[in-house]
Nanobody, 123 residues
């Protein structure tokens, strides 16, 4: 079982930046694809970004392209989400997720989840 713990959320004004971190308990972290999802109040969970096992192949939802960057440091069992030019629409609880590399799919199929970290962007 992989345990994921997010941190780095907070309150920021529009146009500002935050860097989220997710630390995994799995020793062989490179065996997993990692992703970030978010869920705004009253809305369903939304895919944000994903990274392949070495962090080379990256995927983003259209609304965050050019503003958010996902990266990973397998030596530290950590995945990051650098969020720049934040907008009020980015306000949500952000979740880290992971799945074994052999599970097909980029935007779905994740079976390990963190508890979430709140990001609030004021106008």
């Amino acid at each position: 079982q992989v345990q994921l713990v997010e941190s780095g959320g907070g309150l920021v004004q529009a146009g500002g930046s935050l860097r989220l971190s997710c630390v995994a308990s799995e020793r062989t972290f490179s065996d997993y694809r990692v992703a970030w999802f978010r869920q705004a109040l009253g809305k369903e969970r939304e895919f944000v970004a994903a990274a392949s096992w070495r962090g080379v192949a990256l995927s983003y939802t259209d609304s965050v392209k050019g503003r958010f960057t996902i990266s990973r440091d397998n030596a530290k069992n950590t995945v990051y989400l650098q969020m720049n030019s934040l907008k009020p629409e980015d306000t949500a609880t952000y979740y880290c997720a992971a799945k074994p590399n052999f599970v097909v799919g980029v935007r779905d199929g994740y079976n390990y989840w963190g508890q979430g970290t709140q990001v609030t962007v004021s106008s």
